[in-house]
């Protein structure tokens, strides 16, 4: 019985569905409590998330990239940022995990790749993609700014040069901003002696913030 349910509410136009479920809120306010927890991965879902982490696993095990294979990698990983965000929309505390793993081991090809400007503008477009969906689960913006801003501190070439800008424009609540403002100015104290430019942008990342 419930396979065949579920089978023909998959077969209901997304809309329609929608609708449905709006109804049925209404006239039962006891299932309003489902409403008020995140969404969490489980089953299928759960299989999937490490399906993805497997997959970015796979990518992240290229020896090297030549400068004619770099098109086809870079399309490689946005299929692949493309698959989880949309994991994302219907499972987004899951789905930024899945982000933020892929942030944090992304530095492992970077001295595989040719050519550093493509690989660059990745690095943008998934911390962009990061800082848009956490800001839909409740205390994963502060993390996902700060573990960004570590990124962009701990990178040597440039890859996450984009990420002060990304944290000004993103649209975080004032506590954050606060928050990672003051992550931003602890980390330019650290790496005044070791890298003098990229302390003063976090100085002025600071002040932006502020």
Do not use: N
């Amino acid at each position: 019985m419930r396979a065949e349910l579920r089978a023909r509410l998959e077969s209901w136009p997304r809309e329609r569905l929608l609708d449905f479920a709006v109804e049925q809120f209404l006239a039962d306010p006891q299932l309003r409590h489902v409403l008020d927890g995140p969404v969490e991965a489980g089953g299928a879902d759960a299989a999937l998330s490490r399906r993805l982490r497997r997959a970015i696993d796979e990518a992240m095990g290229v020896q090297y990239v030549d400068w004619r294979e770099v098109p086809s990698y870079i399309a490689r990983l946005e299929r692949l940022l493309g698959d989880i965000r949309s994991f994302a929309e219907g499972y987004p505390v899951e789905g930024v995990a899945v982000l933020r793993y892929f942030v944090k081991v992304l530095p492992r090809v970077f001295d595989s790749i040719a050519d550093e400007d493509e690989l660059a503008l990745f690095c943008a477009q998934l911390a962009r993609v990061a800082l848009g969906l956490a800001a839909r689960v409740a205390g994963a913006a502060r993390t996902v700014a700060e573990e960004l801003l570590a990124a962009y501190v701990a990178d040597e070439y440039g890859r996450f040069s984009e990420v002060p800008e990304l944290l000004v424009e993103a649209e975080l609540p004032a506590d954050v901003r606060r928050e990672v403002a003051a992550a931003a100015e602890a980390l330019a104290i650290q790496v005044t002696r070791r890298d003098s430019h990229k302390s003063r942008e976090l100085g002025s990342l600071v002040a932006r913030l502020r």
